[in-house]
């Protein structure tokens, strides 16, 4: 028999979320109130809005960087995602920083012009004025801003374009990690294409099929690794891939340590850039910091930020895909050469993909317009 219905019960549901909602909201300020608490009386203060929490870009470029400007004299605190435009505000009232530090506009929230008593550094590390969602928040964030920093030279001239005051270019970096690399000649011909939602990227995907037809019918037993498969994803889109003598595996979406793990057994990383497809035409480096961490040889596309940062030395980067195939052949057939090349981009990869190069670069920007406001 079903339960009858009284009008008191929803006033009693609606009574206890009242009563519960404030505890949440001082749960959640805890963690916000102790760092600020930890930082007090130690130089100037930047409060961060991230879009979302701990991964992707919001971790390498917003939370990472928070800490990273810490050791250049900075107090750097951010505000968790699920906060509300009231709690937000009444924040950034008590803490007063000295600028604000938003990443995009992909968060309702993340608007400057609501935040128009402190300076605002608007952080972009995709091209999504190509996302029609999004091209109108971003053409009217550009008159409340005091600069953009940019993951791309693409991105920071749109926004120049679109009337932003000051756009600089900060590459996107991330911390190296500590654990000893497998040697070359010890990894499997494992290829990688560590791209998010493969799938997705359909130009990106032709390319990476024809390059491993090619390199498979040179060396068989070669194996194409993708990554970041999802529950319901068609397991039909690793049929783009068939070919004979080459083997075709998904990994599962995993934590980004598990990620990073998962590189000790690859080989050759591509990086493939289609810049027929707009959005793709703000592609920074992302995708390619993995490979550079735990040494594994790039070989990617000539396009985006690709030439501005690697060099013969240091990958093979190229459009010809005939010059992809008998790279890859020549690199598998030879570990000495990957082990050369994985080297010296891992050295470019310290002096400039580092978390601690990306706050450098972060603290140039901020101490400039922090200053302008002093």
């Known amino acids: 028999m079903l339960a009858s219905f009284h009008p008191s019960s929803a006033f009693s549901v609606r009574h206890l979320k009242s009563l519960a909602r404030p505890g949440l909201q001082a749960f959640r300020a805890i963690p916000v109130h102790a760092e600020h608490w930890r930082q007090t ?15 992707g870009a919001a971790l390498l470029r917003i939370y990472n960087i928070a800490t990273g400007l810490r050791p250049f004299g900075w107090r750097a ?28 506009v992909r968060h309702a929230l993340n608007r400057p012009a609501l935040y128009a008593d402190w300076p605002i550094v608007l952080d972009i590390d995709d091209a999504d004025f190509h996302l029609p969602r999004f091209l109108e928040p971003l053409e009217q964030a550009m008159e409340h801003v005091a600069c953009v920093t940019a993951g791309s030279a693409y991105v920071a001239n749109w926004c120049l374009g679109a009337g932003a005051a000051e756009a600089r ?8 990690t500590a654990r000893v690399p497998v040697p070359a000649a010890h ?31 040179r060396r068989p037993g070669v194996t194409l690794r993708l990554y970041d498969r999802q529950a319901g994803d068609d397991p039909r889109f690793l049929d783009l891939f068939r070919a004979p003598g080459l083997s075709v595996e998904w990994v599962e ?6 990620y990073l793990a998962s590189f000790d057994d690859v080989a050759i990383g591509l990086a493939p850039l289609s810049p ?22 790039v070989v990617g596309s000539d396009a985006c930020e690709h030439g501005a940062f690697f060099t013969p030395e240091t990958g093979v980067i190229t459009n010809d895909i005939t010059k992809w ?20 981009a891992h050295t470019a990869f310290l002096e400039q993909l ?19 406001q002093s």
């Not at 009386?41 to 991964?55: D, I, K, Q, S």
């Not at 937000?88 to 990443?103: N, Y």
């Not at 890859?328 to 057939?333: A, I, W």
């Not at 450098?360 to 302008?372: E, R």
């Open 41 to 55: 009386g130690r130089g100037p203060l930047a409060v961060f809005l991230p879009a979302y929490g701990r991964t």
């Open 77 to 104: 605190i951010v505000l968790p995602p699920r906060l509300t435009l009231a709690q937000r505000q009444r924040f950034l009232r008590r803490l007063d920083p000295d600028l604000i530090v938003m990443q995009g």
């Open 169 to 176: 270019v900060v590459w996107t970096g991330t911390p190296p």
């Open 187 to 217: 990894r499997p011909p494992v290829v990688a294409w560590a791209q998010t939602r493969p799938m997705t990227y359909r130009r990106e995907a032709a390319l990476v099929a024809d390059v491993m037809r090619g390199l498979a019918a």
């Open 253 to 258: 979406n995993c934590r980004y340590d598990a």
């Open 276 to 297: 027929e497809t707009p959005f793709s035409r703000g592609k920074s480096f992302g995708k390619v910091l993995a490979y550079l961490d735990r040494h594994v040889p």
């Open 325 to 344: 195939v008998s790279s890859l052949d020549r690199l598998l057939g030879d570990p000495s050469a990957c082990h050369t090349m994985a080297a010296a």
């Open 354 to 372: 580092t978390t601690q190069a990306a706050a450098g670069a972060m603290d140039s920007v901020l101490s400039a317009h922090c200053c302008a």
